[in-house]
């Protein structure tokens, strides 16, 4: 079974994100670093308990975007 195929209806499959990128990007909130979630297909910021879509292959740093975690995801 492909990752596409595993992906909740309606959800954007993971799409690989430039590894260069991941090491410049930081949370628009804390200024924290961010860990890669693929199978989530999010960037999450452990500090500010949030968790940012990517879409398209590009990261949605919008603050109002963020999913919020649950008590024990982070």
Do not use: F, H, Q, W
């Not at 890669?36 to 398209?56: F, Q």
């Not at 975690?69 to 982070?74: D, P, R, S």
Request: glycine share 6%.
């Amino acid at each position: 079974m492909t990752e596409a195929s595993k992906a909740a209806p309606g959800s954007t499959p993971p799409t690989a994100v430039d590894p260069r990128l991941l090491e410049i990007l930081v949370c628009p909130v804390t200024r924290g670093a961010l860990d890669y979630d693929r199978a989530a297909n999010e960037l999450i910021s452990r500090s500010a308990r949030l968790a940012y879509p990517i879409r398209d292959g590009a990261p949605v740093m919008l603050p109002e975007e963020a999913r919020v975690l649950e008590e024990g995801e982070a």
